[in-house]
C-alpha cells in the first residue's frame, strides 16, 4: 500500500509517487478515455482533477458511497492485477464518465456540486465500466445522471 501512502508525505508531493503525479495519471486517463468529457472539465468550466479526486483518491472513495459498496470497490482495487492505484484511479475515471451527460451539459457551480457530491450509482455497473476502461471487462450498460 505504499503507492498510496506517498500521497500522505508533503516531501513526495512533486515526486512521481507523490500526490501531484497521480492527480496527473487520473487527468491522462480521463483524456485518453473521454477525450470530450475532458476537454469540457479541463479548458472550458476549468475543474481541476484537486478540486474533487483529491478526496477521492487520498480516502479511497469512502465518503462518496455507503459501507458495503466501499468494502466491494476495496475488494476490486485489492485484486486488481494492474495494481490498487491503477484499479482506483480507472473507477474515479468510471465515475466521471457515467456522469458524462450531466457534467458536459454543466457549468463550474454544477459540475463542483455533482463531482463533489457524486450521487447513487450501483458499484457493480461502476466496476464494470472500470474494467472496461482497462480492457478486461465486456461491454456495459451505461447510466446517466441528469
Given at each position: 500500500?505504499?503507492e498510496?501512502?506517498d500521497?500522505f508525505c508533503?516531501q513526495?508531493d512533486?515526486s512521481?509517487?507523490?500526490?501531484?503525479?497521480?492527480?496527473?495519471r487520473?487527468s491522462?486517463?480521463?483524456?485518453?478515455q473521454?477525450?470530450e468529457l475532458?476537454d469540457?472539465l479541463?479548458?472550458?468550466?476549468?475543474?481541476d482533477?484537486?478540486?474533487f479526486?483529491f478526496?477521492w483518491?487520498?480516502?479511497?472513495l469512502?465518503?462518496?458511497f455507503?459501507?458495503?459498496?466501499?468494502?466491494?470497490l476495496w475488494d476490486?482495487?485489492l485484486?486488481?492485477?494492474?495494481?490498487?492505484?491503477?484499479?482506483l484511479?480507472?473507477?474515479?475515471?468510471?465515475?466521471a464518465?457515467l456522469?458524462?451527460d450531466?457534467l458536459?451539459s454543466?457549468d463550474?457551480?454544477?459540475?463542483i456540486k455533482l463531482?463533489?457530491?457524486?450521487?447513487?450509482v450501483?458499484v457493480?455497473i461502476?466496476?464494470q465500466?472500470?474494467?472496461?476502461?482497462a480492457?478486461t471487462?465486456?461491454?456495459?450498460?451505461r447510466?446517466?445522471?441528469?
Amino acid at each position: 500500500m505504499s503507492e498510496l501512502r506517498d500521497h500522505f508525505c508533503k516531501q513526495l508531493d512533486n515526486s512521481s509517487s507523490g500526490i501531484k503525479a497521480t492527480m496527473q495519471r487520473l487527468s491522462q486517463y480521463l483524456r485518453e478515455q473521454d477525450y470530450e468529457l475532458w476537454d469540457h472539465l479541463h479548458n472550458r468550466v476549468k475543474i481541476d482533477p484537486q478540486f474533487f479526486a483529491f478526496r477521492w483518491i487520498t480516502l479511497m472513495l469512502t465518503q462518496e458511497f455507503h459501507f458495503p459498496d466501499v468494502l466491494r470497490l476495496w475488494d476490486t482495487f485489492l485484486g486488481d492485477p494492474r495494481g490498487r492505484l491503477d484499479a482506483l484511479l480507472r473507477v474515479c475515471v468510471a465515475m466521471a464518465t457515467l456522469a458524462r451527460d450531466a457534467l458536459l451539459s454543466g457549468d463550474f457551480a454544477q459540475n463542483i456540486k455533482l463531482l463533489q457530491s457524486y450521487p447513487p450509482v450501483d458499484v457493480h455497473i461502476l466496476i464494470q465500466k472500470a474494467r472496461d476502461i482497462a480492457g478486461t471487462g465486456t461491454a456495459s450498460p451505461r447510466e446517466d445522471f441528469h
